[in-house]
């Protein structure tokens, strides 16, 4: 997938998607055309129900490990 991403552009400064990955992935590409905020709510939404599902106690904020997840528009 990587490899695909960076041939078809989707990821357009290499060093720049490496530096923000951090030390977890959280859903950087976005491969569809589903619209990002909607891919980014449904992201949420599923980290949320397996959170509550297996009594993590997790707050909104720390679903997202990286805080990249919001910042990057690839």
């Known amino acids: ?3 695909y991403a960076l041939k ?3 990821i357009k400064d290499e060093e ?3 530096l923000s990955m951090g030390d977890r992935q ?3 590409i976005n491969f569809t055309k589903i619209k990002q905020g909607d891919i980014e709510g449904q992201v949420k939404e ?3 129900r397996i959170s509550d599902k297996l009594k ?3 707050g909104e904020e720390n679903l997202i490990k990286t805080g990249h ?3 990057n528009k690839n």
């Open 16 to 18: 720049e998607y490496l």
């Open 69 to 71: 997840f919001k910042s």
């Open 1 to 3: 997938m990587y490899d």
């Open 8 to 10: 078809n552009g989707i």
């Open 46 to 48: 599923n980290l949320k």
């Open 56 to 58: 993590l106690k997790l």
């Open 26 to 28: 959280d859903f950087l």
